[in-house]
């Protein structure tokens, strides 16, 4: 089968050349649509393809990426971001893909790490319909946040794209192009509102993001991850105005769409911890332990299942007096992180040096 890879960019000349080196091991054409670059992204491009493009910026990121698929020729087609790499053995396993990957398959998921610990371990991650079939004519939707809206034959692939680092500014626009819309009377969808609550949350918007956060939630038969990640985020809005219950209730609500992830059994543990209840934050931390972990294709937020609940209960139990259990979490949270700061502050309060 042959691939087209379609992009987007505008002023990616820190990391483009990255991603394209990447990319030219195992695809067969490479479709590049600009949106209004100032800087070399352009010339960049040109010497990977000849196949660029100009496209005026109408805040809607899915209309550019459709643009994109449209120049497409291959039989299927991959979009990355331009910060996105992909290391030696994944671009193996790529190039074995495109070798065996059943005729059938209309859609292959790939997962796609985007969290990372201070060593560079990936701590966060989720699977993103990365590779489809071109004669499909599937269409992006959304303008901000936008996702592919798939049918057919979909599976999921051990193979991995990384979000590589880049330098980021502080960037309003996603909220811009949210409150654009809200004032021109566009209904968003439960995926827009969603989002929308996200980017009020992080640009400091608290009482906005909650009323968004609120409103998601009442929509009936919404997507699992997508409600249970509100859960938690709307908790977090409700912690920081001090109100408490409030946060705990909206995290006790994600359990009535799905057993209980571990970030937000940590999440109820740590409003235990912090009201110096100590047996309840020791219980809940633990329970994490026991619990199955998921295996679709939403977000797995990898240090809640292991790590971070083994730092707390070390700590927990070396309070109340319990050393030999403490030692046993430490141990257990060393051999997950062996260089980690926290784990090595830990290592020379149990075994101070002579």
């Not at 990977?48 to 910026?57: G, K, L």
């Not at 893909?97 to 701590?123: H, I, Q, T, W």
């Not at 980021?168 to 969603?194: D, F, V």
């Not at 509100?230 to 001090?242: E, H, I, K, P, V």
């Given at each position: 089968?042959?691939?087209?890879?379609?992009?987007?960019?505008?002023?990616?000349?820190?990391?483009?050349?990255?991603?394209?080196?990447?990319?030219?091991?195992?695809?067969?054409?490479?479709?590049?649509?600009?949106?209004?670059?100032?800087?070399?992204?352009?010339?960049?491009?040109?010497?990977?393809?000849?196949?660029?493009?100009?496209?005026?910026?109408?805040?809607?990121?899915?209309?550019?990426?459709?643009?994109?698929?449209?120049?497409?020729?291959?039989?299927?087609?991959?979009?990355?971001?331009?910060?996105?790499?992909?290391?030696?053995?994944?671009?193996?396993?790529?190039?074995?893909?495109?070798?065996s990957m059943d005729p059938e398959v209309d859609v292959a998921m790939l997962k796609y790490n985007v969290g990372f610990d201070e060593a560079g371990?990936?701590?966060?991650?989720?699977?993103?319909?990365?590779?489809?079939?071109?004669?499909?004519?599937?269409?992006?939707?959304?303008?901000?946040?936008?996702?592919?809206?798939?049918?057919?034959?979909?599976?999921?692939?051990?193979?991995?794209?990384?979000?590589?680092?880049?330098?980021?500014?502080?960037?309003?626009?996603?909220?811009?192009?949210?409150?654009?819309?809200?004032?021109?009377?566009?209904?968003?969808?439960?995926?827009?509102?969603?989002?929308?609550?996200?980017?009020?949350?992080?640009?400091?918007?608290?009482?906005?993001?909650?009323?968004?956060?609120?409103?998601?939630?009442?929509?009936?038969?919404?997507?699992?991850?997508?409600?249970?990640?509100?859960?938690?985020?709307?908790?977090?809005?409700?912690?920081?105005?001090?109100?408490?219950?409030?946060?705990?209730?909206?995290?006790?609500?994600?359990?009535?769409?799905?057993?209980?992830?571990?970030?937000?059994?940590?999440?109820?543990?740590?409003?235990?911890?912090?009201?110096?209840?100590?047996?309840?934050?020791?219980?809940?931390?633990?329970?994490?332990?026991?619990?199955?972990?998921?295996?679709?294709?939403?977000?797995?937020?990898?240090?809640?299942?292991?790590?971070?609940?083994?730092?707390?209960?070390?700590?927990?139990?070396?309070?109340?007096?319990?050393?030999?259990?403490?030692?046993?979490?430490?141990?257990?949270?060393?051999?997950?992180?062996?260089?980690?700061?926290?784990?090595?502050?830990?290592?020379?309060?149990?075994?101070?040096?002579?």
């Amino acid at each position: 089968m042959k691939i087209s890879l379609c992009m987007i960019v505008k002023d990616e000349e820190e990391v483009l050349a990255r991603c394209l080196d990447c990319a030219v091991q195992f695809v067969d054409e490479i479709v590049l649509v600009d949106t209004g670059s100032s800087d070399n992204t352009m010339e960049i491009a040109r010497r990977y393809t000849p196949r660029v493009y100009e496209f005026q910026w109408i805040d809607d990121f899915s209309a550019a990426r459709n643009y994109a698929f449209s120049k497409a020729t291959g039989d299927y087609i991959l979009w990355l971001d331009a910060d996105d790499v992909v290391d030696d053995e994944n671009i193996g396993k790529l190039e074995e893909l495109k070798e065996s990957m059943d005729p059938e398959v209309d859609v292959a998921m790939l997962k796609y790490n985007v969290g990372f610990d201070e060593a560079g371990r990936v701590n966060f991650s989720y699977y993103r319909e990365r590779l489809v079939r071109r004669s499909n004519n599937y269409r992006w939707q959304e303008p901000v946040h936008e996702h592919i809206a798939t049918w057919g034959t979909v599976r999921r692939y051990d193979i991995a794209i990384t979000h590589g680092k880049k330098k980021r500014s502080y960037s309003r626009r996603n909220l811009e192009i949210y409150q654009k819309q809200e004032r021109e009377g566009k209904e968003l969808s439960p995926r827009a509102i969603y989002y929308y609550a996200r980017e009020l949350r992080t640009h400091g918007l608290i009482d906005e993001a909650i009323s968004r956060y609120e409103q998601f939630l009442a929509i009936p038969g919404v997507w699992v991850e997508d409600y249970i990640t509100a859960c938690g985020d709307l908790a977090g809005c409700y912690r920081s105005q001090g109100r408490t219950q409030e946060a705990m209730e909206r995290l006790m609500l994600s359990f009535s769409r799905a057993l209980p992830r571990a970030e937000i059994c940590c999440a109820i543990a740590d409003i235990y911890r912090e009201q110096n209840d100590g047996d309840k934050a020791e219980f809940w931390y633990k329970l994490v332990f026991s619990l199955p972990r998921p295996t679709g294709t939403g977000f797995l937020s990898l240090d809640f299942w292991d790590y971070i609940p083994h730092m707390q209960l070390c700590v927990l139990c070396d309070r109340r007096g319990d050393r030999r259990q403490a030692l046993e979490h430490h141990t257990a949270a060393k051999a997950l992180k062996p260089d980690d700061p926290k784990v090595l502050y830990n290592e020379a309060y149990f075994f101070p040096a002579e």
